[in-house]
């Protein structure tokens, strides 16, 4: 048999599809699993690792990021790969669209993609796609060359732009979206997005099942209202002041909307993005029951598992949809441990001190949304999931197994024969403490400072090249644009 590239010996492999991690080693072959074995000879292997009976879950495909919202794309492409491999996250999926932010312009994606892929090109530590936002109709336009030419095979929309600003109340979002001025961001361009991405999905039947809508579903009309009622209150503050201001009938109502449309454009491939709420689950299963032939999946943010308005460190908690009670990270976690939530996510939005705080720095209001996660989306959903029940089985369907599929990248989400070498060590015996200024992020804070973890990530390894060793970065940035599908 011709010698391994790498042998990982010693370590407790999880699988989506088994009840219990199983002692194997881990052959790896040209950037593939080549054979999973109780021990494997390592003679004549270019490299052997010990991992120490640690836990080797599948590495995290992060279905969810922005790289490059509040700082340069290049560089947030270099630094916050980082802090994905410091999590145990080996394929990112970032948002991106045209207008303010990003590349703070418009236009088609025939051009403006290019300019993407030229400022993430070798720049990146993990693997990388991309989901497109269509702004204008001409972006409906070309949703079938995106799937051709790019590999992009979902989509999103932003259900409160075009009446609701992205930190705030705002009376000029023609300018912040850069459409035209006789152009609308409303209800019936989605509805016009929802039918691009069906009549994509016929154009191209073979890839119909991966190719997807995604939808941040919260209200315009419904959160300037509550926005206005709560300053003028003014009895609220700081985090709860936010959520209040963003009230969770408002994501519920939105659901309700996109689902409607769903039904209605026949587009029966939905991903309801980032649900915070008792609410916002509730009315996301009822409108599946509504609505038995849409494929609904629903996501939920590690930030709105670990963090409530009174446990996040500051103002650095602001977030769209906002962080919430108690009581519905609670009910999050119910809905989690009973199978109504489909993957978790990190969300993802590096956002600088000197950026996030305005003037005044204690104005909610002012504060810029977002704030990263990625190396903390593993760590935390195992301590925490750990002492609720959730096995490291469902863990790795979570994080691995199931955006995989739903995103077309067959070539991850599990550690198996023929698969993308892409794993990650876990000490789940290693208690530490949340400090932002250990993160590889460049963002100085972090809401969860503080906040204890039972796991770690210590070694993360890219198609059989490892990328963190003892919890540092190392080598290269060796990270690919998967242009999807991807294939075994």
Known sequence: MEPFDLVVKNVRVVRHDQAEPAALDIGVRDGRVAHLAPSIDPTGAKAVVDGGGKLA???VVDAHQHWGIYHPLAEDTATESRA???GGVTSA??????????????????EFFPEVRSATDQKSYVDFAF???????????????????????????????????????????????????????????FEFVMRGVQAAREQFPDLADEISLSLHCETAEIMRAYTRLVEEDGSLTGLAAYSASRPPHSEGLAISIASYLAHETGLPTINLLHLTSEKAVDAALRMAKAFPHVDFRREVTIGHLLADIDTAYGLGGKVNPPLRPREDVEALWGHLLDGHLDWVVSDHACCRAETKFGEPADDIF????GFGGAEYLLPGLVSEGSKRGLSYSRVAELTSWAPARRFGLATKGAIAEG?????????????WTVRADESLSTQEYTPFEGMELTARVTDTFLRGEQILRGGAVVGQPRGRYLARPTRP
């Not at 999926?93 to 025939?110: A, M, S």
């Not at 698969?419 to 208690?431: P, Q």
């Open 57 to 59: 879950f599948p590495g």
């Open 84 to 86: 994905c491999a410091q």
């Open 93 to 110: 999926i970032n948002y991106i669209r045209t207008g303010q932010y990003y590349l703070n312009r418009g236009g088609p994606y025939r």
């Open 131 to 189: 989901h497109v936002a269509p702004m204008t109709a001409e972006h409906i336009d070309e949703i079938p060359e995106l799937i051709r030419d790019h590999g992009i095979t979902s989509f999103k929309v932003f259900m409160f732009y075009g009446g609701h600003g992205l930190h705030g109340r705002s009376t000029d979002q023609s300018s912040f979206l850069m459409i035209p001025p006789d152009a609308r961001y409303d209800y019936a361009h």
């Open 366 to 369: 002012v504060a810029k949304s």
């Open 419 to 431: 698969l993308d070498a892409d794993f990650c060590l876990v000490d789940e015996k290693h208690t």
